[in-house]
């Protein structure tokens, strides 16, 4: 079996966080660390399998991943045989001291979550009064420290027209990039789907608006979860007659849509590994494989390289090897991580085609 280069993990080093998140993947968030996470030794055996897989960029992410006394031992560690190392945070526990840490522990990037342009509008997202405000005193400390910071943002209705106010709050904050996420219903983000969730072709405009922002070339940018933004790449360089180039390494590498199983993998705190953080399709266990072996050998990660085997009009678009549709958002509407994307407007070609063949000649 073909195995691609793995490019990209996420590791849930804990379900412990001090914010109540209304999208959070997870159902139950402790306010502490859980027994069931992976003890100190066996996140040594995780970070050292990676340098045996080409060394993919890990990013520490929980939960809130500052929760774990030991993350910056694990960062270390990981340093020392050339893993890069990243660190998702909710950014409020990060005062001077934890940015110091994060300098000396060679973590060559730090993300951090802002759900909304103003406090309002974040603090009701993250289910915590003062969280917007405590991220922005984290981001300040991390920037004095000289430390490269991306902001994330999940973008829904609650949010969806703060988008240029946010924008020009993370070009201020002097952030390096800005991640946009389009919410997937899973775990509480189940909950809030129906009051949250974009139409198909808000969908769009926001995606539209994206790729005029990353033209400014201010911030970098990206859309996550939202694997149509490579088609809407595609058609405007065209329109503007100009050569698509995309980075290919580094913390800003943009390949294709979905890479959930042929590029990237979610590791849970269990060591559950799975095809990334909202497709909750377990592929094996680091606590009793080798991840290079659930890599390469996984079923589940089998059928997600083979875009052939996409169902609907995913599986007949012209755009299928840079898009593959969103798996996860497949998988919470039909329960197949193959079936068509449903929240995507385009109409493939040969569809197209096939709607005017249809029309009667007069």
Same mark, same amino acid.
């Given at each position: 079996m073909h195995s691609p280069p793995l490019k990209l993990v996420f590791w849930e080093s804990t379900v412990g966080c001090n914010l109540e998140c209304r999208h959070c993947r997870r159902l139950e968030v402790s306010k502490t660390l859980a027994r069931s996470d992976l003890t100190t030794q066996e996140a040594f055996a995780f970070v050292e399998s990676l340098s045996e897989m080409g060394r993919p960029i890990l990013v520490l992410s929980g939960g809130e991943p500052l929760f774990r006394?030991?993350?910056?031992?694990?960062?270390?560690?990981?340093? !020392?045989?050339?893993?890069?190392?990243?660190? *998702? #945070?909710?950014?409020?526990?990060?005062? &001077?001291?934890?940015?110091? /840490?994060?300098r000396a522990a060679g973590i060559r990037r730090v993300s951090v979550s802002l759900d909304g342009a103003d406090a309002e509008t974040h603090d009701r997202f993250r289910g915590i009064p003062g969280s917007f405000d405590a991220a922005l005193r984290g981001i300040q400390e991390l920037r004095g420290e000289g430390i490269s910071v991306q902001i994330n943002s999940t973008v829904a209705r609650h949010n969806v027209e703060q988008r240029e106010d946010l924008y020009r709050l993370c070009v201020g904050l002097g952030a390096d990039a800005l991640h946009i996420f389009m919410l997937v219903p899973v775990g509480c983000g189940v909950e809030i789907a129906d009051d949250q969730m974009l139409s198909p072709e808000k969908y769009e405009e926001v995606l539209l608006w994206?790729?005029?922002?990353? !033209?400014?070339?201010?911030?970098?940018?990206? *859309? #996550?979860?939202?694997?149509?933004?490579? &088609?809407?790449?595609?058609? /405007?360089?065209?329109?503007?007659?100009?050569?698509?180039?995309?980075?290919?390494?580094?913390?800003?590498?943009?390949?294709?849509?979905?890479?959930?199983?042929?590029?990237?993998?979610?590791?849970?705190?269990?060591?559950?590994?799975?095809?990334?953080?909202?497709?909750?399709?377990?592929?094996?266990?680091?606590?009793?494989?080798?991840?290079?072996?659930?890599?390469?050998?996984?079923?589940?990660?089998?059928?997600?390289?083979?875009?052939?085997?996409?169902?609907?009009?995913?599986?007949?678009?012209?755009?299928?090897?840079?898009?593959?549709?969103?798996?996860?958002r497949a998988f919470s509407e039909t329960g197949d991580y193959m079936a068509e994307e449903p929240y995507c407007i385009y109409t493939p070609k040969v569809q197209r085609e096939t709607d005017l063949s249809s029309l009667p000649e007069y």
């Open positions: 006394p030991d993350i910056f031992e694990i960062a270390r560690y990981g340093g !020392r045989r050339g893993i890069p190392v990243a660190l *998702a #945070t909710n950014g409020t526990l990060v005062d &001077r001291q934890t940015a110091g /840490q994060v994206l790729y005029r922002k990353s !033209r400014e070339k201010v911030l970098h940018t990206r *859309a #996550t979860c939202a694997p149509h933004y490579f &088609r809407i790449l595609r058609e /405007q360089a065209r329109e503007e007659g100009r050569r698509l180039d995309l980075p290919r390494q580094g913390m800003e590498a943009m390949t294709k849509g979905c890479l959930a199983g042929s590029g990237v993998c979610f590791v849970s705190h269990k060591g559950e590994v799975f095809p990334c953080g909202y497709l909750p399709v377990t592929a094996g266990n680091i606590r009793t494989q080798r991840l290079r072996e659930i890599w390469e050998h996984s079923a589940v990660f089998d059928r997600l390289r083979h875009p052939e085997l996409l169902q609907g009009k995913c599986g007949l678009c012209e755009y299928i090897k840079v898009c593959m549709g969103c798996r996860a």
